[in-house]
């Protein structure tokens, strides 16, 4: 991934490419997403909160759907957005999820201090590393000539 790649319009127009670490830098400023996988031939979304470490997207789950789709397919795709009262963005990671299993890996994972937001007890820690990020910022506004 490039950070070369740096907005590409103008400013002030209503829709601009962000570059890798614009994107990035976003993802880190919010602390919910969505993960899409596909079980059955059936696509599938999960809302989770997630931290952003060392470039990677890292959340936690507990047994069922999400971590077994997440395993099963590895290809996956995750989206954060935001917005405010003149402005939103979206950022969206194809990558692949892997579910960490090793002392070292679930220790490094544990220094991230990602605490799940529902009374239930989350013990997976899976990693979705980037294979291609893509962000956008829009302004918001009325439509040209009207």
């Known amino acids: 991934m490039s950070d070369s790649v740096e907005t590409v319009v103008t400013q002030?127009?209503?829709?601009?490419?962000?570059s890798d670490r614009e994107s990035w830098g976003l993802l880190?400023?919010?602390s919910l997403g969505r993960?899409?996988?596909?079980v059955d031939n059936?696509?599938?979304i999960f809302p989770v909160n997630f931290v952003v470490q060392h470039h990677t997207i890292l959340f936690r789950t507990a047994e069922g759907t999400k971590l077994i789709s997440a395993a099963m397919?590895?290809?996956?795709?995750?989206?954060?957005?935001d917005?405010?009262?003149?402005?939103g963005w979206s950022v969206i990671v194809r990558g692949v999820a892997r579910t960490?299993?090793?002392?070292?890996?679930?220790s490094e994972a544990a220094?991230?201090?990602l605490l799940p937001w529902t009374a239930t007890t989350k013990t997976h820690f899976v990693r979705v590393s980037a294979t291609r990020i893509t962000g956008r910022r829009f302004r918001f506004g009325p439509e040209p000539g009207v």
């Not at 993960?35 to 596909?38: P, Y």
């Not at 960490?100 to 679930?106: A, F, M």
């Open 42 to 44: 059936e696509a599938h």
């Open 100 to 106: 960490l299993r090793t002392d070292d890996e679930l």
């Open 111 to 113: 220094q991230a201090q």
């Open 83 to 87: 917005h405010n009262a003149v402005e």
């Open 12 to 18: 002030g127009a209503p829709v601009s490419i962000l």
């Open 73 to 81: 397919n590895r290809a996956v795709l995750f989206e954060a957005d």
């Open 28 to 30: 880190g400023s919010v």
């Open 35 to 38: 993960l899409v996988t596909t």
